[in-house]
């Protein structure tokens, strides 16, 4: 009798509802330099759960960009362990050499992937999810990173997790800051 009340109960309630429950469905992400050799990465209910609890309900856009680098951060260790760039150090160290080190082409996609992730499970109030953003100052100097756009503002800001090394949160700073190349630890 139990088994068929939680049944209804399952099926009357809408289908978005079911689907937030859970982990996302499968992903490739990046393992090495240009993003030329993908993994299929499949999240694990609790690992999803422990990025969900990071987006406490945000009281402000500040606020959230917090959680989004911390999710960023968590992320990138969870997928770290099941396709090897939990060994990715900051930006370029390595030059490629070493498995699992990503470039900003490599963690700009994964960083967008992620944040379309939390996006899907309607855990952003205040942000949506941007197009990758490309800077290149200089004619060899191209640099690549994910991006978020405040809905209230219109800001946009520079995701970046190039900058350090696996599961560290990723630079958050506004879009006009990233693309003039404006060193981050300077406040």
């Not at 049944?7 to 309630?13: E, I, M, P, W």
């Not at 993994?39 to 959230?64: C, G, M, N, Y």
């Not at 968590?74 to 370029?92: I, Y």
């Not at 949506?128 to 690549?144: A, S, T, Y």
Request: hydrophobic content about 40%.
């Amino acid at each position: 009798m139990m088994y068929r009340a939680i049944t209804l109960f399952c099926c009357l309630l809408p289908a978005g509802q079911l689907q937030a429950r859970g982990a996302p469905p499968p992903f490739q992400a990046c393992t090495d330099f240009h993003c030329d050799i993908r993994k299929p990465v499949t999240l694990r209910d609790h690992q999803w759960r422990e990025i969900r609890t990071l987006f406490s309900a945000a009281r402000t856009a500040a606020e959230e960009r917090q959680q989004i680098q911390a999710a960023i951060a968590k992320m990138e260790q969870q997928v770290g362990e099941q396709t090897g760039s939990w060994r990715d150090l900051a930006e370029n160290d390595g030059e490629g050499s070493e498995v699992g080190q990503l470039d900003c082409i490599a963690e700009s996609k994964n960083t967008t992937i992620y944040l379309q992730l939390i996006a899907k499970d309607n855990l952003l109030k205040w942000h949506q999810v941007k197009e990758r953003r490309r800077r290149n100052p200089w004619l060899f100097d191209i640099h690549w990173t994910a991006s978020i756009m405040d809905i209230q503002t219109k800001q946009q800001y520079a995701v970046d997790s190039w900058f350090f090394a696996n599961g560290q949160p990723p630079v958050m700073q506004p879009i006009e800051a990233w693309l003039a190349g404006q060193d981050f630890r300077l406040k």
